[in-house]
């Protein structure tokens, strides 16, 4: 079993929808809890993270972690074709564990 | 600052042929790791150095040795290449001292297809 699951869709949404990404984990000693996009054809680049259990919100992003049931969550609201990518979950003890990674299309 | 440079972008080998895969970052980091990219594997960490002159394993180091030649590059080398390499490779860096472990800084990737 992977420390860290990740449904891979792909999720194709209108433009104005709201996007729903989770990944679950089993390692209790993750701390740290990020969400990386990535763009085709390159690199992931940090979207947002979250220190232990909470929400945290960034303009139309939103990151939920609930440590008690080893579940993350990212929400896009009023998603844009700009949106559209492949966002991929991490978790770091020591190292960073990512998922397998969601591609998203936001179709206008 | 270019940030994390990766050479080169695409690569074919055939089995058996060896490679280096360069990576280099001006971000003053002391930390750098490679990765691969698989369809519905994520991410999975081949080698990475904590800091200069130091380099240790990470989940899927065979068939792959890495050198940190300074703070500054990090390089991965496929001695024998096989058809299983064929994957993206991705280079990242952070700054470890920063309490902000969770921010790597990702290269553009090489795609290597071993025929």
């Known amino acids: 079993q992977k420390e860290v699951e990740q449904d891979p869709g792909p999720l194709s949404v209108p433009e104005g929808a709201i996007v729903s990404l989770n990944c679950t984990y089993s390692n209790s000693a993750f701390q740290y809890f990020m969400w990386y996009r990535q763009y085709s054809r390159k690199g992931p680049e940090l979207l947002m993270y979250t220190y232990s259990s909470g929400n945290k919100e960034d303009g139309r992003f939103t990151a939920q972690v609930d440590k008690s049931s080893k579940y993350i969550s990212l929400f896009i609201r009023d998603s844009q074709p700009s949106d559209s990518a492949t966002y991929l979950c991490?978790?770091?003890?020591?190292?960073?564990?990512f998922g397998a990674g969601t591609t998203v299309t936001v179709r206008a | 600052n270019a940030g994390v440079t990766q050479t080169p972008k695409f690569q074919v080998l055939k089995t058996g042929q060896s490679m280096t895969l360069q990576c280099a970052q001006d971000m003053n980091h002391n930390s750098m790791y490679w990765y691969r990219q698989d369809p519905g594997m994520g991410l999975r960490l081949i080698y990475y150095s904590a800091s200069e002159g130091t380099t240790d394993k990470g989940e899927v180091p065979n068939g792959y040795n890495v050198s940190r030649l300074n703070k500054r590059e990090f390089s991965l080398r496929l001695e024998s290449a096989a058809p299983s390499q064929t994957s993206v490779y991705f280079c990242?860096?952070?700054?470890?001292?920063?309490?902000?472990?969770?921010?790597?800084?990702f290269g553009p990737g090489t795609r290597l297809t071993v025929l």
């Open positions: 991490a978790m770091r003890d020591y190292k960073l564990s």
């Open positions: 990242a860096s952070y700054l470890s001292t920063s309490g902000r472990a969770h921010e790597q800084f």
